[in-house]
């Protein structure tokens, strides 16, 4: 009789999607000895090379339910993923604290009680004079900013992320293909899947990363629906020397707009926010616009780089989509803006998944 070991090395697992989400699954499957092919026309331009690597876990307000079972499941895990993948890039970190800011009095009054009931030591309540945001209400020219801080969420950079993933994945000999699955099917206790080439790749599991894609292929087995959800960020060049952007806190958000600066005169803003596929013209001000009145310095900033991603978020229930679709047919979907924070908890799920359907 064959142990589970061996049934796991002879097995093959397709991988549709080669996002965060689809190479951390092809890492944690790997590790357990499977066989795993990645499947991606483009890799490059998928929404995964858009992501800023915000992970807010910590100070997420909703402490009950499945999203904060994901979400707390990956703030464990991470930490012990981090010191793993460190063998392919010694630099890879998650750089904390997390600030979040608003100026809307409501806002900040919710905090103060989410702070207040939890009791948690790696959260704290910043008020306007807080020592914490002394530089970003300097910089920015207002005094009515306020928010909370988490000593435990941060920041990971992500394309270092997925660049030290795909180290990993090439030490490991994992199978890539560039092709477009159009068509997957079971026949003979295999799954087929087919590429616009008509070539037909065989495997006992597959497993859907491919965000808003997914849905064309599954959609005689199910009724799930994700609507697009833009990302867009812009990094800025700034030439005024009454300002030193280094003496801001590396990543914080001011009123929904994720801000990292990463030079002296340089920074990143982000958001995700939008539900369409097409950016607007006036990303600047779009980006821009989250205080009453900008900073001279900022107002004469100048976009050295912009670039955008599209996301996916479930229509009609709860985000991320992680569900046995069908015997062997999984699908990892619809993380809107949580699919880095959430890949780790994603992939122990479809292992333990992979582990029961062989046992």
């Keep these: 009789m064959k142990s589970i070991k061996e049934n796991f090395q002879k097995a093959h697992i397709v991988i549709i999607g080669s996002g965060i989400i689809g190479k951390f699954n092809a890492l944690e499957l790997s590790e357990l ?3 795993v092919t990645i499947i991606d026309p483009a890799q490059d331009k998928n929404s995964s090379n858009a992501a800023l690597g915000l992970l807010m876990g910590n100070m997420y307000q909703k402490r009950r339910g499945r999203s904060w079972t994901l979400r707390k499941q990956s703030i464990e895990l991470w930490p012990k993923w981090i010191n793993f993948l ?4 010694d630099e890879l970190n998650i750089e904390k604290p997390l600030i979040q800011l608003t100026t809307n009095e409501e806002k900040f009054q919710k905090l103060k009680q989410f702070i207040n009931e939890i009791n948690d030591p790696d959260l704290k309540i910043l008020e306007e004079n807080s020592i914490f945001i002394k530089n970003i209400t300097k910089a920015f020219e207002t005094k009515k900013i306020k928010g909370m801080i988490s000593f435990k969420d941060g920041r990971i950079n992500a394309k270092s992320l997925l660049e030290t993933l795909d180290k990993y994945l090439k030490h490991k000999k994992i199978n890539f293909l560039e092709e477009e699955i159009i068509k997957i099917k079971k026949s003979n206790n295999q799954w087929i899947s087919e590429t616009t080439n008509n070539a037909e790749i065989k495997s006992d599991i597959v497993i859907l990363c491919n965000s808003l894609k997914a849905v064309d292929l599954i959609d005689s087995i199910s009724q799930i629906k994700l609507k697009p959800v833009l990302g867009q960020a812009m990094e800025i060049g700034v030439n005024d020397a009454e300002v030193n952007l280094l003496s801001l806190p590396k990543q914080f958000n001011i009123n929904g707009k994720n801000i990292i600066p990463i030079s002296k005169n340089k920074l990143i803003i982000g958001s995700t926010d939008e539900y369409s ?12 616009n989250f205080l009453d009145k900008k900073p001279n310095w900022l107002m004469k900033g100048q976009i050295l780089k912009k670039w955008l991603g599209i996301r996916s978020r479930p229509d009609g229930e709860s985000s991320p989509i992680m569900k046995n679709l069908d015997d062997g047919l999984f699908i990892c979907s619809g993380f809107y803006k949580n699919g880095i924070l959430l890949a780790p908890a994603c992939s122990r799920w479809i292992a333990k998944e992979v582990e029961k359907y062989f046992s």
Excluded: A, V
């Excluded at 460190?86 to 890039?89: H, L, T």
């Design 33 to 35: 000895g499977f066989c």
């Design 86 to 89: 460190r063998e392919f890039n």
């Design 277 to 288: 596929t097409n950016p607007e013209d006036k990303i600047f001000e779009k980006l821009t």
